[in-house]
């Protein structure tokens, strides 16, 4: 990268996010223990070193004192990490309220259950100014680190006010802004109360980028719909100014994945793996355990499909990994019980003293462990109800060079649109299609698995989140030269 002034070094970017890339838990008065969490935006991210990057983002625990706040800040700052410090209640109403409540289930599709819907309309309002708030505080900590010729980063659905907070600050700070997430229809977006404000305050961003195409073009419809904008192919313009909205997919670091195939502790995982299902076919699933991951809709239809198919009771296992999250609010409570229950009676149903057809762990796997399940893996089931791209298909894809295994693919997922060509699409609501496909994956002959494969491989080995990140990044350094021209004229 060439800076303005003529020295060339790496870019230095703010990445901003919800949450920083580590978890913080405290061991003594000043010292921490820091462990890198779970989540695709963390997945993409960890592979990118093209840029000077510090993160900045919620630490995820409750620090009130200051001998806390200082060590936890000195803790983090050796893994280029600042923290933003948020109150309980602030967490409560924004975290919790309005990004969990709200936004993430209306983002996917899913309208709350209309008694809900009332409560949550009351609270509304407060949840609104505590989600403002929260973006004003993210904002005071990146204008506070801030240097000329920085390129800010804003992520996700937590901080679609943070672009504007931001060029408040400074109009000519380099803003955009990322959205992990679906865009729904501008149909699905217009029932929000805050819709247009948040648009406004996402429209201040100088790029806007998105996964896939169709969730840009939401996006523009909305603000054209609602906010009576010109909708132009760059982007978004108002009163002479251009946002360019944009699709960006994500990838994984597929090298990661490939070379991690290769290490000792893997190759001993792989064979343990091999030896313990020896003669069953692996199907597996790996998802946050989340209502828009579709994990009782594909356990329903793998209970279906050995109902079917009694020949194939002791020829194959689901292992379903489902790591826990938002483990204190009560839907995803219910949607815990709801999966055990189903995985129970499913395993009362076709199990035997020896074998039971679903393991399912209620736990994250360290990064060696999922690599090796990946490699046994014959069959992977990814059937989100909506997603937005869903890193899970790209990380089984790349491990998957030796065994060539299917990979059965909501066509709500973004990644379909990435993979498609190469994976068996399915409407996840549709059960009975969903455990025909499983049979058709577990059947298909070596060269329609071979055919399949290379064109998922090849996709996912050469649309990194490398490539996706230094493509958004270069993007906005000429959004901004563009603007500019555009002043001057
Ligand atoms: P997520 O909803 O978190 O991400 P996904 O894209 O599948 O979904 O990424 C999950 C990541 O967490 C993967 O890297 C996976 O390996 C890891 N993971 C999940 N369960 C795990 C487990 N039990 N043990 C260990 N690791 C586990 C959001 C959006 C997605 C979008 C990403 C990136 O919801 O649609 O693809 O951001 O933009």
Known sequence: FERQDGRSQKQRLLVVANRLPVSAVRKGEDSWALEVSVGGLVSALLGVNEFEASWIGWSGVNVTDEIGQRSLTEAL?????????????????????????????????????????????????????????????????VNAHYQEGDVVWCHDYHLMFLPKCLKEYNSKMKVGWFLHTPFPSSEIHRTLP?????LRAVLAADLVGFHTYDYARHFVSACTRILGLEGTPEGVEDQGKLTRVAAFPIGIDSDRFIRALELPPVKYHIKELQERFAGRKVMLGVDRL????????????????LEENPDWRDKVVLLQIAVPTRTDV?????????????????????????A??????????????????????????????????????????ACQASKKGVLILSEFAGAAQSLGAGAILVNPWNIT??????????????????????????????HTSQEWAETFVSELNDTVVESQLRTRQ
């Open 194 to 198: 805050s819709r247009s404000e948040l």
């Open 330 to 354: 009560p839907e995803y409570q219910k949607l815990t019980c709801q999966v055990h229950e189903i995985v129970g009676r499913i395993n009362g149903r076709f199990g035997t003293l020896t």
């Open 356 to 397: 039971v057809p679903i393991h399912h762990l209620d736990r994250s796997l360290d990064f060696h462990a999922l690599c090796a399940l990946y490699a046994v893996t014959d069959v992977a089931l990814v059937t989100s109800l909506r997603d937005g791209m869903n890193l899970v298909s790209y990380e089984f894809v």
């Open 433 to 462: 299609e969903l455990a025909s496909s499983i049979g058709y994956a577990l059947t298909m002959c070596a060269h329609g698995r071979e055919k399949r494969h290379h064109h998922n491989f090849l996709h996912v080995t050469t």
């Open 290 to 305: 989340d209502m828009i991951k579709g994990i009782p809709q594909k356990i329903l239809a793998f209970e279906k499909f």
């Open 77 to 141: 700052a050796e893994k280029r990490c600042i923290p933003v410090f948020l109150d309980q209640e602030t967490v409560h109403q924004y975290y919790n309220g309005y990004c969990n409540n709200i936004l993430w289930p209306l983002f996917h599709y899913l309208p709350l259950p209309q008694e809900d819907r009332l409560a949550t309309t009351r609270s509304f309002q407060s949840q609104f100014a505590a989600y403002k708030k929260a973006n004003q505080m993210f904002a005071d900590v």
